[in-house]
T-cell receptor, first 111, second 109 residues
Framework: SQTIHQWPATLVQPVGSPLSLECTVE??????LYWYRQAAGRGLQLLFY??????ISSEVPQNLSASRPQDRQFILSSKKLLLSDSGFYLC??????????FGSGTRLTVV | GQQLNQSPQSMFIQEGEDVSMNCTSS?????WLWYKQDPGEGPVLLIA?????ELTSNGRLTAQFGITRKDSFLNISASIPSDVGIYFC?????????FGTGTRLKVLA
């Protein structure tokens, strides 16, 4: 069966520090991968998506970046975090038009 | 980016009551999806709708694909405390689905 792993679950980082969030998928190949951010009690904001290795589409210009070094690995990064980067980050995968499967999320607090 | 409009934005209901929420779009979709997000978790797919006019149930949940293909509805019957969370609709696109703004449901025991 397919599973998605996202870590860490929570993270507290100082302003100006780097960020690396990792997401991996098991049990499928060539999935579409997504990074979303959710402010407290709000909707889902798509940050990046990828349809294949090395292919990244950015939805929102900001100080975040994404990479897909392997077929089932998706990484969200920042060189210098801002206070406004705080939020709940969700990774998701899809394949074949059957909806998205989301990870359990990373709650990032920038202090 | 584009988002679908969901209403109501939030609602408090008494346990045992039925709940209705909807999702509207200015664009046509061929597939509608409904997700539920429990507090502190990622959204989970509840129901998928593939045909205009289709009515699909999943336990106490019933969803309908609007005949115009520009809207969808979700009903929850006899609500219970664990129904609390945020409900998202989504219209499916080839690569990137479009999500709704969410309906936050709070159930009073």
């Amino acid at each position: 069966s397919q599973t998605i792993h996202q870590w860490p679950a929570t993270l507290v980082q100082p302003v100006g520090s780097p960020l690396s969030l990792e997401c991996t998928v098991e049990g499928t190949s060539n999935p579409n991968l997504y990074w979303y951010r959710q402010a407290a009690g709000r909707g889902l904001q798509l940050l990046f998506y990828s349809v294949g290795i090395g292919q990244i589409s950015s939805e929102v210009p900001q100080n975040l970046s994404a990479s897909r070094p392997q077929d089932r690995q998706f990484i969200l990064s920042s060189k210098k975090l801002l206070l406004s980067d705080s939020g709940f980050y969700l990774c998701a995968w899809s394949r074949g038009g059957h909806g998205y499967t989301f990870g359990s999320g990373t709650r990032l607090t920038v202090v | 980016g584009q988002q679908l409009n969901q209403s109501p934005q939030s609602m408090f209901i008494q346990e045992g009551e039925d709940v209705s929420m909807n999702c509207t779009s200015s664009s046509i979709f061929n597939t509608w999806l409904w997700y539920k997000q429990d507090p502190g978790e990622g959204p989970v797919l509840l129901i998928a709708l593939y045909k205009a006019g289709e009515l699909t149930s999943n336990g106490r949940l019933t969803a309908q694909f609007g005949i115009t293909r520009k809207d969808s509805f979700l009903n929850i019957s006899a609500s219970i405390p664990s129904d609390v969370g945020i409900y998202f609709c989504a219209g499916q696109r080839a690569v990137r689905d479009i999500f709704g703004t969410g309906t936050r449901l709070k159930v009073l025991a």
